[in-house]
């Protein structure tokens, strides 16, 4: 999360290594593989994806402007898989343990994050805690998607910082309503 702050170190990280999997995938090491078995595991590299996990924000840094430069400069180094955290990082006055429980959760920012960077593969990740829960944030109807904590330094959806999500299931995840919301 603290790279979300030095976002220029952050891009540097990502270039470096996209140039280290493009001489990998150009070497024998992936080409020379008959059975053609790397192809498949990404969009952009032949041989071994790039990927990046980062939260929705980070102290003072949680708009949606935020999240969407940082994931572009990102994609323009060369990472086109993402497992968003869909809560915000404290760096000051939370432990990393309560860093997991006291952010709201905010799955919107990851469904908009879907729709502002088609090309990309993105995992959500961040409060899941059982595979029927996992249905409800996949088919966007989670209803901790849309929790806000007083207090918590992060205003709620309904105050504006949902990037232009107004209703629950306004995203690109298709909602399933014969899934138990």
Known sequence: AALMKDQDSAVSVVKSIAETVKAI?????CNGDSS?????????????PISVKTRIGV???DTFEHIVRFIGQLVDAGCHRFVIH???VYTQGLSPAQNRTVP???YPFAYKLMEAFPECEFIVN??????EHARKVAFGCSSSSYESREGSGMQSLENGRNGGLSAPCDHSVPCDHSVPC
């Not at 995938?25 to 090491?29: A, G, L």
């Not at 790397?38 to 071994?48: A, D, G, I, S, Y």
Request: glycine share 10%; hydrophobic share 25%.
């Open 25 to 29: 995938d150009q070497s024998t090491f």
């Open 36 to 48: 053609g078995n790397f192809e498949h595991h990404t969009t952009k590299n032949k041989c071994l």
């Open 59 to 61: 102290d003072e840094h």
């Open 86 to 88: 869909a809560r915000k």
């Open 104 to 106: 709201p959760l905010n």
């Open 126 to 131: 961040g409060g899941i805690m059982s595979l």
